[in-house]
């Protein structure tokens, strides 16, 4: 068994297979507990990406005791499964690391491609935390939607949550009549107006979500970038070869990476501008169709630069953090591994096309 050192919290709460808001809500980290398993002490821990973007199982997380970490083939000898036939909660598992992301939106797609079972899908969801923190970002996609269908005027529905809260307005009758607004604006029935506003906010909250991961590392992007061209200009390590190639080449794909982020995100912006000369409830599933089919390539792209960029944080919280030999040595063990799977998850994904 693998043991790494490294900073968190008990992997466990109160409730023996509870999910953390935490883990809900990180790019890197799968809950076991919503996978159906046979293995008792598998549901109690998590499937996390290192910062090798390798996945493994960690049974712990500890401030003091450190992070508790089993590489995926290792786990039949610690619970002493035979090698054939092979465990059904190992199939499982080696299908699980080969994920990209673990973040709830690829996972609700991923899980589904592979035919890997859910205990229950509804756990496949942000936290009431996060879902918080991102209200600044969806008003950009809500407040329109208030707007075309009642304007100015109705100083009752000013924010996405008083939509929702029309279902349980106690006069039926104004509920009533706002709701046949909304439905006859949208080009639907009334009755499918729940089913609307519970994905237009999903998805529309996704697209929050992702656009909040990036902005969120983009200072240590800024930060890993300077250090990677001080190392170059650096007297002495300009004449190690190889170390002036590594700080190329992801110096290359950060930059690629990020660049191409921005403007997926721009698209998105331009499509979703677009979905207001006509709203309807059609162009919006054809605009939600196309978000969605990014999902897996953004998260995991967005999944590994996160754990990539958090751990050259970590050792290097200043920017007078560490010698140039102490980073040019973390450069060559722990951000080049992995890099190649970054950089082949972007050449994957499909150019972003506008919607008319």
């Known amino acids: 068994m693998g043991i790494t050192q490294s900073g968190g919290t008990a992997a466990g709460d109160s409730g023996e297979n509870a999910i953390r808001d935490v883990d809900r809500d990180a790019l890197h980290i799968l809950p076991i507990s919503i996978i159906p398993l046979k293995t008792p002490p598998l549901t109690r821990a998590r499937m996390i990406k290192n910062v090798r ?6 049974f712990f997380d500890d401030t003091e005791a450190g992070s508790g970490q089993i ?4 786990i039949p000898r610690a619970f002493g499964w035979p090698d054939l036939p092979v465990h059904p909660d190992l199939m499982v598992l080696r299908k699980l690391a080969l994920l990209p992301s673990f973040d709830m939106y690829s996972l609700r797609i991923l899980l589904r491609q592979h035919g890997i079972p859910v205990n229950d899908y509804g756990a496949l969801r942000l936290s009431q935390r996060k879902n918080e923190e991102l209200t600044e970002y969806m ?14 005027g109705d ?7 008083d939509l929702i809260g029309l279902f349980r307005d106690p006069d ?10 909304m439905a006859a604006r949208l080009e639907i029935g009334v009755e499918e107006v729940p089913r609307f506003l519970e994905d237009y906010g999903d998805v529309f909250l996704s697209l929050s979500y992702y656009r909040q991961a990036m902005e969120s590392i983009q200072p240590t992007v800024g930060e890993f970038q300077h250090a990677l061209q001080q190392l170059q200009e650096n007297f002495q390590l300009r004449q190690d070869v190889n170390l002036m190639q590594t700080c190329m080449y992801l110096s290359k794909v950060v930059t690629t ?19 207001w000369r006509k709203v309807s409830a059609e162009r919006f599933r054809r605009i939600q169709d196309n978000i969605t089919s990014y999902h897996t390539s953004i998260g995991g792209v967005l999944c590994g630069l996160t ?11 200043g920017k007078d953090s560490g010698g140039p030999v102490k980073r040019a040595n973390f450069v060559f063990t722990q951000m080049r591994p992995g890099f190649d799977k970054l950089q082949g998850l972007e050449q994957t994904a499909q150019s972003m096309p506008n919607l008319r």
């Open 257 to 275: 990476v990020m660049n191409r982020l921005a403007g997926r995100f721009d698209a998105f912006d331009r499509n979703t501008a677009d979905l």
């Open 71 to 74: 590489d995926i083939e290792d």
């Open 155 to 161: 100083v009752a529905v000013q924010r996405f949550e």
């Open 307 to 317: 754990i990539k960029m958090t751990a050259w944080q970590r050792a290097f919280p």
């Open 139 to 152: 008003t950009a996609f809500t407040r329109p939607l208030i707007m075309h269908i009642y304007g100015d």
């Open 53 to 58: 973007l390798e996945s493994v199982v960690e």
């Open 172 to 181: 039926v009758k104004k509920a009533l009549a706002k709701l046949r607004i």
